[in-house]
Structures are given as C-alpha cells and as structure tokens.
C-alpha cells in the first residue's frame, strides 16, 4: 500500500529542504511548497507565493483534488525579522495556518509540524495570544499596523502563535487521530542565518558563544521527520526545544556558583 503524501512548505533550502530529503529516502512522498521550483531529488515541486491567499486556496484546491488523503503536514517556510512585520505574519503565521484549515478533511490519521523557535518563548504578548491567535487575516494584520510592530518584534509573535495553534490544534484533532507539534530551534545554519544575526541584537552570537557552534538543517530536520512519523504515536501538543542545550546553559547553576 503506497502511503498518502506529505506537504511540506519552505522545501527548497534549509531546513524544509532537509526534512523533504530525509522524507523521500524513507519512502514517502513528498510535495514540496515554495516560491523556488528547483527542489531536493525526489521532491514534487508546487510554486507557491505564502504572502498571497489566491496561491495558497490555490495549492489547497490542487492537492484536494489530486489526492483523496495527505499523511502529514510540515509547516517549515518562514521569513526573518529583517523584513516587514505584514510579511513575517503573513508567511510564518497566516500561511501555516490556512494551509492546515483547507486540508484538514484530507488528513485522517498522520500529523502536523510546524517550525517555530525559541523566540516564540519570550514574554511579550503571552497574555495576548489566544486572543490574537483567533483574528482574522486582515483583522491581525490591522492589528499589527496599530500597534506599530516592527519585523522582529512580528518573527516572535508568529512563532508564539505557531506554538500556541499547534498545542490548539493537538485538543482540537484528538477524535481525528491527527497530532500536532511544534519544534523551536535556537539558530540554524540555514541561508537566512545572516538576517537573524541582524536582526536578534546579538543573541545569535551569545548563543554560539554558549553552545560552540549552531545546528545543521539536518539537526532540527530529524526530530521533525521523527514527529511526522507513526514512531512517534504517542507525541501530540508538543513544543519541543530543540536548542543544543542553550536555554539550560543559561539557565543552570554552574560548577562555581554551587561551591
């Protein structure tokens, strides 16, 4: 029996590019979502402009009507801070979500990750989330435009609500058997890395300064492969770190401090 697709966006570099190659050499196979053609080996290639709501009721009614089922979702296109807030909400939050509105009917069993970060765990707006979570596009971004947010400040709120849908999503789809997790990288050599030194005062270089080097695509490509996969049935509402040990380093009390 050939298993049922699965989609996933940003799959023409870094990190979706390779979590579609690790997909397509376990047998699966796999659409790949993004504004370049050019993809991994293996990889059915869908160009797709995230910014634009006609492409992606485009991509849905495509894949709607080229197969009855998809075996997963993986929401991994996502834009840095260095370019404006209506962008970064619009790629890394408003897109995810649509996709996973007009697909839901195909996906009955399988899962969906999302690609957050941890600057989806800073404290602004935590209180404010849910509520803005349910906004509607233009609604949000209206929203965005009062509030006078900058590209920054929009890339930790789309990952906060990456984070928070994906947990939503988890309650929401129990009865469907469907799962859903987040994973949140700390930095990533990816070709976007030079934005987020830009744009991140700094942190980026404090947290290579802490690790001693930052992750490979591969290395958040493979736990996002493994959420995806039926090895992890028992995963569901998850947001897991996947930061080399940052947030401990900073957060654990040294040799020095507990003599």
């Known amino acids: 029996m050939v298993s049922p697709p699965v989609l ?28 370049a053609a050019e993809m991994p ?5 869908i160009c797709c402009d995230l910014t634009d709501p006609q492409a992606l009721a485009a991509v849905v009614d495509r894949l709607r009507g080229r197969f009855p089922r998809l075996g997963g979702l993986a929401h991994v296109a996502g834009v840095p801070g260095t370019v404006d807030a209506a962008t970064v909400l619009a790629v890394n939050w408003l897109a995810p979500r649509k996709l996973t509105e007009g697909l839901l009917d195909s996906l009955e069993g399988g899962a ?47 990952k906060k609500l990456l984070i928070h849908h994906g947990r939503a999503l988890a309650a929401r789809l129990l009865p469907r058997g469907v799962r859903s997790n987040t994973i949140s990288p700390g930095p990533v050599h990816t070709p976007i890395l030079g934005d987020f030194r830009s744009s991140m005062n700094g942190s980026v270089e404090r947290s290579e300064h802490l690790v001693g080097r930052h992750a490979s695509a591969d290395e958040i490509a493979a736990p996002a492969a493994f959420l995806l996969s039926d090895e992890a049935s028992w995963i569901n509402g998850v947001d897991l770190v996947a930061d080399g040990g940052l947030i401990a380093s900073r957060t654990a009390p040294t040799p020095e401090s507990t003599s």
């Open 8 to 35: 996933v966006t940003g799959a023409a570099s870094g990190i979706g590019a390779a979590l579609a190659t690790r997909l397509v050499r376990a047998g699966l196979r796999v659409i790949g979502a993004d504004r």
């Open 41 to 45: 080996e293996g990889v059915e290639p």
């Open 112 to 158: 969906i990750v999302s690609v957050a970060s941890l600057a989806g765990h800073h404290p602004e707006y935590a209180d404010q989330v849910a509520e803005l979570a349910g906004l509607a596009d233009d609604e949000l971004q209206d929203w965005a435009r009062r509030e006078g947010l900058t590209g920054p400040r929009a890339y930790d709120l789309s």
